[in-house]
C-alpha cells in the first residue's frame, strides 16, 4: 500500500462519479445553471489546476500495486465555495478542509481512510496550518458529505454542532502527539511534494 499526494493530473484515474463531482467545488450560483450547460468534469479539472498551482497538491492518493484503491480531496478554505451554503461555516483561519474521500467498497473497513486523513494532515503540518476541519452530515445513505460518524472514527471532533451539518475539526498540534501515524505520514510525504513558484490570487472564480 502507497500513499502520495494527490494533484490535477491525477482526476482521470478517479471514479468517474469522483470526477464529475462538484458539490463541494461549484458556489451556488453555479449549481443554479442548467446542468446541460455545465460540463462538471471539465469545472472539477479546473479547480484541481488551481489548487494543484497554489499548494502543489489537490488531496491524497492511495494504492495498491499501483492501482489507485481511494483519494482524499483537500484545500484551502478559499477554494471551497460551497462551504458559504452552511450554517456551520466559516471554517477556522488556520485550518485546510476535507471536501471528500472515497475507498474503493471491496476494501472498506481496513484503515485505508484513516491512512488518507493522516497523509493529509502530514502535508499540510508543514506549512502554517494547524488543523483539518470538515463539513459533516449525520444523514445516511449517499452523500457527497462526509459522514460524522467515519470523521470522529479517523479522529474529528464536532466544534459547531448542527442538526444535520455539523463542523468538525482535526487539532494537528495534538493530535500528533498521541497519533504516531502522522509523523510517519509527514515524512513519507514531504519529498513527494513540489512546491509552487507563486501563490494564486486570494480569491477563486469559476470561468464564465
Same mark, same amino acid.
Given at each position: ?9 491525477? $482526476? ?40 494543484? =498551482? ?7 492518493? #492511495?494504492?495498491?500495486?499501483?492501482? *489507485?484503491?481511494?483519494?482524499?480531496? $483537500? ?6 465555495? =460551497? ?9 477556522? *483561519? ?15 473497513? @481496513?484503515?485505508?481512510? @484513516? ?31 462526509? %459522514?460524522?460518524?467515519?470523521?470522529? #472514527? ?20 495534538? #493530535?500528533?502527539?498521541? =497519533?504516531?501515524?502522522?509523523? #510517519? ?6 519529498? $513527494?511534494? =513540489?512546491? !509552487?513558484?507563486? !501563490?494564486? %490570487? ?7
Amino acid at each position: 500500500r502507497r500513499l502520495r499526494p494527490m494533484t490535477a493530473a491525477d $482526476l482521470p484515474s478517479l471514479p468517474a462519479s469522483c470526477a464529475r463531482c462538484t458539490f463541494w467545488e461549484a458556489s451556488l450560483s453555479d449549481l443554479a445553471t442548467p446542468a446541460d450547460h455545465v460540463d462538471r468534469q471539465e469545472m472539477k479539472a479546473e479547480w484541481a489546476e488551481v489548487v494543484t =498551482r497554489h499548494w502543489g497538491y489537490c488531496g491524497v492518493m #492511495a494504492f495498491a500495486d499501483d492501482q *489507485p484503491i481511494g483519494h482524499l480531496t $483537500l484545500a484551502p478554505a478559499m477554494y471551497v465555495p =460551497r462551504l458559504g451554503a452552511f450554517a456551520t461555516t466559516p471554517v477556522g *483561519p488556520d485550518a485546510a478542509v476535507v471536501m471528500s474521500a472515497h475507498v474503493a467498497p471491496e476494501l472498506r473497513g @481496513k484503515g485505508i481512510g @484513516k491512512q488518507l486523513v493522516q497523509s493529509a494532515a502530514g502535508l499540510v503540518a508543514r506549512r502554517d496550518i494547524r488543523a483539518l476541519e470538515a463539513v459533516g452530515t449525520y444523514q445516511d445513505g449517499p452523500s457527497c458529505m462526509l %459522514p460524522i460518524g467515519w470523521l470522529e #472514527a479517523v479522529g474529528f471532533e464536532v466544534v459547531r454542532p448542527h442538526p444535520i451539518t455539523p463542523r468538525l475539526r482535526m487539532d494537528l498540534q495534538n #493530535a500528533v502527539r498521541w =497519533r504516531p501515524g502522522l509523523g #510517519a505520514a509527514w515524512h513519507r510525504l514531504t519529498d $513527494l511534494v =513540489r512546491q !509552487p513558484q507563486s !501563490p494564486e %490570487p486570494a480569491t477563486y472564480t469559476h470561468r464564465e
